[in-house]
């Protein structure tokens, strides 16, 4: 592998080092538990709002993707899309200083939390693009795996510098009774996004397509989104493979939605419990998808799929049926170890599957799809599960039951050896 090569995979792993902090601080701990213990009216409530609030991000998501995908297939740029969504995220994050600590910020830091997340998820589908040309066949396991493990690794840093220099030590010495010491963190994550990111526009090559002007890519790439999902019936393999991932992703993103809330809801965890137990999912997890991105390369991307589902059920059992609050944390460190390993190997299967390259960024957008279009499905079964039973491990049985069904299906997916 020359060396410029190996430059332009680092400058592609490092986005996912960027972007991960986004994913990590504001969705899944710092933010997630902020607003349901001190923005929100009460911790149920908050929870059914901040699943409301994912799920139509989700329904968004899932309209536009294979949409953004197509145009930049035909027109070009996908470097330039991906810039526009990432300062979408980015922006919308920094907006989070003015999340305060009232019921009065409900809906504006919803609105916030939204945005944002359209704007991380839609640009995933041009970086995810640009896989597919940057790996061979022989390292497209590795290569995804490492990017997955930047992508964690990034998130424990990000993570751990806004517990040690903002949340708990407060040495900026901000204000706690306006929270300033939780709120700054979204300027954080704002800056850390798009600093790190940079390389990725500056070293990596455009995919190669060619250019044509804004309404003529339009009305190309829509015509093409609906020739691919008219014939997508008769592509049963690829169908059969975005239905399972849509049903286990839509586990992966009730799991990434609602951990922390469910370790501050169930286990009684302080807000400084949350972020340590935060970085210690992210280091088991990092861990998981640079390992076993190997094993993807040997034993195949969708049998490391399976496997990985499988021991996320069997950890998931002792997650919910447990009271100690330790004996919980240890289950879930094992359960994260094979979190990366499914979002890596899902990447890796879909390039696999991709008949042609040319088509990356729409196929992409479908695979993006396939993870969003039900995506308000599992948030909002946790939600009405917890509100309707009063208890939060209840809404989290609904996460294994999405990985069993998703493993069955996949089961029957064929790939090319």
């Known amino acids: 592998m ?47 709002q901040w699943a409301n609030a994912t799920a139509l991000a989700g329904i968004v998501i899932a309209l536009v993707s294979p949409f953004f995908g197509a145009i ?51 640009a995933q589908v041009f970086y995810n693009s640009f896989l597919s040309t940057l790996a061979t066949k022989e390292y497209l396991g590795r290569i995804s795996g490492w990017g997955w493990g930047f992508g964690y690794l990034g998130g424990i840093f990000a993570l751990s510098i806004a517990l040690f220099v903002f949340v708990k030590t407060n040495i900026l010495g901000l204000n706690p009774e306006t929270a300033a010491q939780i709120r700054i963190c979204g300027p954080f ?10 390389p990725l526009f500056f070293l990596v090559p455009n995919i190669p397509s060619k250019a044509h002007p804004l309404p003529q890519a339009i009305r190309s790439g829509w015509r093409e989104l609906l020739s691919t999902l008219k014939k997508l019936p008769q592509e049963k393999n690829i169908l059969l493979y975005l239905i399972a991932h849509m049903i286990y992703t839509d586990g ?41 991105g190997w094993v993807d390369d040997y034993i195949g991307s969708k049998a490391t799929i399976i496997l990985s589902l499988v021991f996320l059920i069997i950890f998931g059992i002792p997650v919910i049926l447990m009271h100690s609050k330790y004996g919980f944390w240890g289950a879930a460190l094992f359960l994260t170890l094979f979190v990366g390993p499914v979002q890596s190997a899902s990447r890796s299967l879909m390039v696999r599957l991709i008949a042609s390259k040319k088509m990356s960024g729409e196929m992409f957008g479908l695979y993006a799809l396939s993870g969003k279009i039900t995506a308000f499905v599992g948030p909002w079964l946790f939600g009405w599960l917890t509100l309707t039973f009063g208890t939060q491990r209840i809404g989290m049985v609904t996460v294994l039951i999405f990985f069993a069904i998703g493993a069955l299906l996949l089961t029957r997916v064929k790939v090319e050896v």
């Not at 960027?18 to 969705?27: K, L, M, Q």
């Open 252 to 292: 992966l993103n009730t799991l990434f939605a609602f951990g922390g809330i469910y370790a501050a809801g169930t286990y009684g965890f302080k807000f400084e419990e949350v972020l340590f137990f935060g970085i210690t999912m992210n280091v088991t997890a990092g861990i998981g998808a640079i390992l076993l």
């Open 189 to 198: 994550v704002a800056i850390w996004y798009a600093l790190f990111s940079l």
């Open 72 to 122: 930049a297939d035909h027109g070009g740029n996908h470097k330039r899309w991906l810039l526009f969504f990432t300062w979408m995220s980015v922006l919308s994050t920094a907006l989070l200083w003015f999340a305060y600590p009232s019921i009065h910020f409900v809906y504006f830091t919803l609105t916030c939390i939204v945005l944002g997340t359209i704007g991380y998820e839609v």
């Open 2 to 48: 020359a060396a410029s090569h190996r430059t332009q995979i680092f400058a592609w792993c490092l986005y996912d080092w960027a972007c991960a902090a986004f994913s990590i601080i504001v969705i899944t701990f710092i933010f997630a538990t902020y607003f349901t213990t001190k923005i929100a009216q009460d911790q149920i409530t908050g929870t059914y």
